[in-house]
T-cell receptor
């Protein structure tokens, strides 16, 4: 079974621009979660999508948004980029069935975003 | 508010030694505690996980110890090997969203040959 894939792997943008990151979950998984990883804050939960609906949301500003398509692929968008948005953005997929043993999260390799 | 506190930030252990990483949580609603291992350039990968109905879980050289009353859990890596050198994250989840984990800030482990 193919793992979680994320594109692009690396991205360089300037302040004020917007960016879209893509995540393809493991086949059969219906839940996709996004995390931001930085050296200072570690991994912080952004949001989770399940069956094309946002099911959970973390404490990030509205500049961070996402969506999920009918094939479970997900995109994350960050508008009006700030220097502090430089981070590794990780996507994780799971079955979304609701139990800890079935909701094991499998992470992709991440997209490294640098904002100049 | 950091809901899962992890220590130490970094750890150096000699080959064959025991690596111990500790985590403490605040939210009593948490009932799922996984540990993830991350190598440079890779995403985190699930190593081992525990539910609060058991006090210990062992898988190979990796053991989780769980103390519900103290709201603490720890990862023990026995016979540590250079290949174990990685960053380790503890996390916690609850029934409100096992797909939305709260992570500790990570421990960078270096096992010297």
């Amino acid at each position: 079974k193919a793992g979680v894939t994320q594109t692009p792997r690396y991205l360089i943008k300037t302040r004020g621009q917007q960016v879209t990151l893509s995540c393809s979950p493991i086949s059969g998984h219906r839940s996709v979660s996004w995390y931001q990883q930085t050296p200072g804050q570690g991994l912080q939960f952004l949001f989770e999508y399940f069956s094309e609906t946002q099911r959970n949301k973390g404490n990030f500003p509205g500049r961070f948004s996402g969506r999920q398509f009918s094939n479970s692929r997900s995109e994350m968008n960050v508008s009006t980029l700030e220097l502090g948005d430089s981070a590794l953005y990780l996507c994780a997929s799971s079955s979304g069935a609701g139990g800890p043993s079935t909701d094991t999260q499998y992470f992709g390799p991440g997209t490294r975003l640098t904002v100049l | 508010q950091q809901q899962v506190k992890q220590s130490p930030q970094s750890l150096i252990v000699q080959k064959g030694g025991i690596s111990i990483i500790n985590c403490a949580y605040e939210n009593t609603a948490f009932d799922y505690f996984p540990w993830y291992q991350q190598f440079p350039g890779k995403g985190p990968a699930l190593l081992i996980a525990i539910r609060p109905d058991v006090s210990e879980k062992k898988e190979g050289r990796f053991t989780i110890s769980f103390n519900k009353s103290a709201k603490q859990f720890s990862l023990h890596i026995m016979d540590s090997q250079p290949g174990d050198s990685a960053t380790y994250f503890c996390a916690a989840g609850s029934g409100s969203g096992y797909s939305t984990l709260t992570f500790g800030k990570g421990t960078m482990l270096l096992v010297s040959p």
